[in-house]
């Protein structure tokens, strides 16, 4: 499968991409932190055009390898 946007060609194999995704678990299945647990949340609201780039390539976004937060900063609110 070949996918075009903006002007980039993306290929991909369908079959394999869903037959990997299909074997995998919820990120939340390993990780309980607050950061997946959230993720795992936002991928339900997810504008219906990544919906479907997601489903094209056969991704289950919530069954994502690894979420991380790099760091908290109150100050980045701050002016300088």
Not at 16 to 22: A, I, P, Q, R, V
Not at 53 to 78: C, M, Q, T, Y
Request: positive net charge; hydrophobic residues 35%; contains cysteine.
């Amino acid at each position: 499968m070949n996918i075009h946007i903006a002007g980039y060609s993306i290929s991909s194999n369908y079959k394999k991409t869903k037959l990997f995704y299909s074997k995998g678990a919820y990120i939340t299945n390993a990780c309980k932190c607050n950061y997946c647990k959230n993720y795992c949340l936002a991928c339900d609201y997810l504008d219906l055009s990544t919906k479907i780039l997601f489903r094209s390539f056969g991704i289950n976004p919530k069954k994502e390898a690894e979420v991380w937060h790099l760091f908290e900063d109150d100050d980045w609110l701050s002016p300088l």
